[in-house]
């Protein structure tokens, strides 16, 4: 049982990047998927949730109007599109399974000029 993030990076304030969380192990489609983030020296916050019944979408107020959360059920991966990003939003991002409570490694992501 496994979460895999990838797509983290160094970007300019403004920019765009999309992280990716690769599923093993359990029956993705099944489950609600979940993107969260831990800044340094703060508390992990949830960042988006994506229901796998009817696709509702759930966003923490500081990205609401420029991140995404989509998945893709046969690939078996959740995905975060991040635009518009500011310096404040650098932290490690961490997608989660909240029924299973697995949880990824983590793919640092710093917006900095």
């Known amino acids: 049982v496994q979460l895999v993030e990838s797509g983290g990076g160094l970007v300019q304030p403004g920019g765009s990047l999309r992280l990716s969380c690769a599923a093993s192990g359990f029956t993705f489609s099944r489950y609600n998927m979940r993107w969260y983030r831990q800044a340094p020296g703060k508390q992990r916050e949830l960042v988006a949730h994506?229901?796998?019944?009817?696709?509702?979408?759930i966003y923490g107020d500081s990205v609401k109007g420029r991140f995404t959360i989509s998945r893709d059920n046969g690939k078996a991966t959740v995905y975060l599109q991040m635009n518009m990003l500011k310096p404040e939003d650098t932290a490690v991002y961490y997608c989660?399974?909240?029924?299973?409570?697995?949880w990824g490694q983590g793919t640092q992501v710093t917006v900095s000029s």
């Open positions: 994506i229901n796998v019944l009817d696709s509702r979408k």
């Open positions: 989660n399974t909240p029924t299973l409570n697995i």
